[in-house]
């Protein structure tokens, strides 16, 4: 997973319960974007250039996931009870692994720690191949995201995370391809149209 142990490595003393970030180190060649935070900045990213040509649909920014959850259960009853919204797609990245690869597309995640509606998957993955649109499967048994919020909820939602790949994910050095990052965008569009 590229995961390294992290520590404070300056001199000058702190408050205990002082927030720390990384510092942003920004890189980009050819092929890569390379810097810290960039699961939430690439989730921000597609929601914005969804929302160039999005027409019926609601993008909602729930970043709370990060640090415990809890804006996602009364956004999920407030969109409910206005709109009648009962789907999401969560906006996130992936991690590049044994079966995900730099380059392949997005990620079409099946189940992570809870398992999604496979007849939502099914419809997923068919307006995905439909539209040639280039993605990957994935199977994990561990991770998560706003997802359980929303299957938990007092009226449960169908649900998919579908994100690009990155590596060293939570480190200052996040790695994600600029393939997958315009495929995420392209397979959102399509999938925000016809959903």
């Known amino acids: 997973t590229g995961t390294k142990a992290l520590e404070y490595k300056a001199k ?3 408050e ?3 927030e720390l970030t990384f510092k942003p180190d920004w890189r980009e060649d050819k092929d890569h974007i390379q ?32 640090h415990g959850g809890g804006s996602v259960q ?14 999401a797609l969560i906006s996130d990245i992936s991690w ?5 690869k730099y ?18 998957i099914n419809k ?4 995905a191949q439909k539209n040639k649109c280039t993605f990957q499967l994935e199977v994990e048994g561990s991770g998560g995201s706003d997802a359980g919020a929303l ?16 590596e060293n994910v939570h480190t200052p050095d996040e790695k994600v391809h600029k393939k997958d990052i315009e495929g995420m965008i392209k397979l959102y569009q399509v999938l925000m149209r016809e959903l």
């Open 124 to 127: 997923i993955i068919e307006i």
């Open 35 to 66: 810097c810290c935070y960039m699961d939430n900045r690439l989730g921000v990213y597609n929601a914005l250039k969804v929302a160039e040509t999005l027409k019926d649909g609601a993008i909602v920014f729930s970043t709370w996931e990060e």
């Open 103 to 120: 380059a392949k597309g997005p990620v079409i995640s099946m189940r992570d720690s809870l398992i999604p509606r496979r007849s939502y």
């Open 151 to 166: 299957q938990m909820c007092e009226n449960p939602w169908d649900w998919c995370f579908v994100g690009a790949a990155e």
């Open 96 to 100: 590049i692994s044994d079966g995900v």
């Open 74 to 87: 009364y956004l999920q009853r407030y969109l409910h009870k206005k709109y009648k919204i009962q789907q």
């Open 12 to 14: 000058r003393d702190f």
């Open 16 to 18: 205990t319960g002082t």
